[in-house]
């Protein structure tokens, strides 16, 4: 790893507090500073997880990327790589409230570009989506970075905005920044509205399963691990100014991937509801990563197959955590409570 101490934002999310582990795992000589605000996405059992792993070379902040307070702990932080995860990121969440998604994905990276500005030797990896480039037709090519953006939801235009503010202050100030654009992950420690956890720990409760619509919008996906192996190799090797999609070109219409998962589970088809479809409900995704194939020399290492019942069998030997999650009362107490023994010392970590 070329650089010495990098800045995660959202790192005890999903996607987030995967790369930290990756990178805390990968890399000995690497000091990792998490800035998280600690919503509804970032679990406490998490939080905890990340803090145990490497004390010496993990500390967490607990900060919105919107603040002042976040801008002053940039200022103070010595990095030299900042990697952003941080964002809202559901898009039925986006329907019901857009402006909650603008402050964060579109004033928060305004509030990252406007530090690295002053500090240009710093370099920034913006993780943004596939979502910014719309919908395909069954028959289209898949989504290429040369693809103008065009997305269909809060969420996805909350993210293209973030992309072009970041691509404009690359160009206009010369930055060290570089994007990548992804497909839908999986894997353990998903938050459970997601699609793949959503039905696993629905099945698991012998709930209904809900699938909008007719079931057959397509999506590509991608395990974790190995979206966060590509991040890595961005940070390290992209080219400056340069997008770059990830993606294991694994195709799956939804209703596919809720029959694959139930057979997993050994639980019944009768458990699918169909319910009305979303608003402006993308019907198919399909990323094209020959770029970051090709220049980068990345691949996904774990077959479809392989770390589909890797994840299902995490989510069953881990109820405990996504029940914390589905318990409104357990959420509203750590939102209210829990939360604040993150704002000193804490077992395992140094907090700021």
């Not at 603008?102 to 240009?120: E, F, H, K, W």
């Not at 596919?256 to 057979?263: A, N, S």
Request: net charge neutral; with cysteine; glycine share 6%.
């Amino acid at each position: 790893m070329k650089y010495h101490h990098l800045v995660v934002t959202g790192g005890s999310g999903f996607i987030g507090s995967h790369f930290i582990s990756h990178v805390l795992g990968s890399y000995p000589g690497v000091r990792v500073s998490c800035a998280d605000s600690l919503t509804y996405a970032a679990h406490p059992d998490t939080v905890e997880y990340l803090a145990k792993l490497s004390p010496e070379r993990y500390s967490f902040h607990r900060l919105d990327i919107t603040s002042p307070a976040f801008s002053e702990f940039l200022k103070t932080s010595g990095c030299d790589a900042i990697v952003n995860f941080a964002a809202e990121s559901h898009v039925d969440r986006s329907i019901l409230d857009p402006a909650s998604f603008v402050r964060t994905n579109v004033m928060g990276v305004q509030n990252i570009l406007d530090y690295v500005r002053s500090q240009p030797s710093v370099r920034l990896v913006h993780v943004s989506t596939d979502e910014v480039y719309g919908t395909l037709s069954p028959t289209d090519p898949a989504f290429t970075e040369s693809n103008t953006l065009d997305p269909n939801s809060p969420y996805a235009a909350s993210k293209a905005a973030a992309d072009l503010l970041v691509l404009a202050a690359q160009r206009t100030f010369k930055l060290d920044i570089t994007i990548t654009r992804c497909s839908n992950n999986y894997g353990p420690f998903q938050f459970p509205e997601k699609l793949i956890p959503l039905v696993i720990a629905n099945a698991i409760e012998d709930k209904p399963v809900p699938v909008y619509g007719d079931g057959r919008q397509v999506r590509d996906w991608i395990y974790v691990l190995d979206h966060c192996m590509g991040i890595d190799l961005v940070l390290q090797n992209g080219r400056s100014g340069e997008v770059y999609n990830l993606s294991a070109h694994e195709e799956r219409y939804n209703i596919d991937m809720v029959h694959k998962l139930l057979g997993i589970l050994g639980k019944p088809t009768s458990l699918i509801q169909h319910v009305g479809d979303r608003p402006a409900h993308d019907r198919r995704y399909a990323v094209n990563s020959a770029k970051a194939r090709g220049e980068l020399g990345w691949s996904p290492k774990v077959t479809f197959e392989d770390a589909l019942t890797a994840t299902v069998q995490w989510y069953l030997k881990n109820e405990s955590w996504w029940k914390k999650v589905r318990d409104k009362k357990f959420f509203e107490f750590y939102q209210a409570n829990y939360t604040n023994k993150f704002e000193g010392e804490t077992k395992g970590a140094r907090v700021l």
